[in-house]
């Protein structure tokens, strides 16, 4: 595989989200094996009581980043799912805002990944930290599930 043609499997990995994180509107800025930017807008549906960032969003955010992160070192076949994440909430990103996120590996090993995520809002001030550890997976397809769907497995060698 030429250089060109692997930058764009990884943008293609970057760039592809899933229902949820499409859903959250996070979009993908800046994709390297060694550290990952995405942004989120912070919308009203987004928000708690108090007029934030809901926590359980911005861990949304931070665990789509460590996903696209891990999936960038990871050949073709093998997947990721999280294993730990600790989220420590250091200010509030208020509505109208932008959430926006910076992953860096601590260690990408053959099993798992672990990844810190920096999380800052529109003003540049750190809003949030997020230590998390992906598990590396081989996909293998399993059988049919009791509504007669097909299942999917990770198995880890």
């Not at 099993?111 to 930290?129: H, N, P, Q, S, Y």
Request: proline letters at 3%; hydrophobic letters at 35%; one cysteine or more.
């Amino acid at each position: 595989m030429t250089d060109g043609e692997e930058h764009e499997r990884l943008r293609g990995v970057a760039e592809t989200l899933s229902p949820f994180s499409s859903a959250l509107g996070i979009r993908t800025v800046s994709f390297a094996r060694d550290e990952v930017v995405g942004e989120m807008p912070v919308e009203a549906w987004l928000g708690n009581r108090n007029g934030v960032l809901h926590g359980g969003a911005l861990m949304s955010f931070a665990d789509n980043l460590c996903g696209t992160a891990t999936l960038l070192n990871l050949p073709e076949g093998q997947g990721t799912v999280t294993l730990e994440s600790k989220t420590n909430f250091l200010r509030p990103i208020r509505i109208g805002d932008t959430a926006r996120g910076v992953a860096t590996p601590y260690h990408r090993g053959r099993k798992t990944m672990i990844w810190e995520v920096r999380i800052f809002r529109g003003d540049g001030k750190l809003a949030a930290v997020v230590s998390q550890t992906q598990l590396v997976l081989e996909w293998q397809e399993g059988g049919e599930g009791a509504d007669g769907a097909q299942e999917t497995h990770g198995v880890q060698e």
